[in-house]
């Protein structure tokens, strides 16, 4: 079947840096999403890999490794305002996002 | 100002009732899809439109049934046959259905009573 693991909650520190990863098992492979999420708000996009490596936007970066399955979300110099749900999203052959649960990043001063 | 709007923001509906989410979106995709979010649990797909007039099931359809008229607008009604219907419902959309980024709407956050 189609999975998607990540951790379901992190707590890390104001000013630190936290990875949040996410292991995927699909049919076929178009591409690895990942999303913020406040608390009753929508989804916005943060990032999209389909090639193996890092991406680097700004604060936050996605790293893919398709041959392991697995991806990480880097989130630098972490802010109050990050507190938020981090959604992984793994396209499968259909162009079909097979969706985690979330991850839920308690920032603390 | 180009963007996905869904309303009502909060909809308290009684047992047995239909209830029609609406979801409009002025960014010119062709594509636009009904998510439904529960606690602890990804976002699961509802319907979803490729083009105007067509639609498909997505993995949980039942109790569900959606229209594409217009290239806009997509509404999800949520009928009595839907036996557990309070979640959230996002609404999106992508220029097309292949590997292009999904946008949400705000969300209608749905209580059967």
């Known amino acids: 079947g189609q999975n998607i693991d990540q951790p379901t909650e992190m707590t890390a520190t104001e000013g630190a840096i936290v990875q949040i990863n996410c292991t995927y098992q699909t049919s076929g492979f178009n591409g690895l999403f990942w999303y913020q999420q406040h608390a009753g708000e929508a989804p916005t996009f943060l990032s999209y890999n389909v090639l193996d490596g890092l991406e680097e936007k700004g604060r936050f970066s996605s790293f893919l490794s398709r041959s392991k399955g697995y991806s990480y979300l880097l989130l630098k110099e972490l802010q109050m305002k990050d507190s938020a749900s981090y959604l992984c999203?793994?396209?499968?052959?259909?162009?079909?996002?097979?969706w985690g649960a979330g991850t839920k990043l308690i920032i603390k001063p | 100002d180009g963007g996905i709007t869904q309303s009502p923001k909060y909809l308290f509906r009684k047992e047995g009732q239909n209830v029609t989410l609406s979801c409009e979106q002025n960014l010119n995709h062709d594509a636009m899809y009904w998510y439904r979010q529960d606690p602890g649990q990804g976002l699961r797909l509802i319907y979803y439109?490729?083009?105007?007039?067509?639609?498909q099931k997505g993995d949980i359809a039942e109790g569900y049934s959606v229209s594409r008229e217009k290239k806009e607008s997509f509404p999800l009604t949520v009928t009595s046959a839907q036996k557990n219907p309070t979640a959230f419902y996002l609404c999106?959309?992508?220029?097309?259905?292949?590997?292009?980024?999904?946008?949400f709407g705000p969300g209608t956050r749905l209580t059967v009573l």
């Open positions: 999203a793994a396209m499968d052959s259909n162009y079909k996002l097979i």
């Open positions: 439109s490729q083009i105007v007039n067509d639609f």
């Open positions: 999106a959309s992508s220029p097309g259905l292949e590997a292009d980024t999904q946008y």
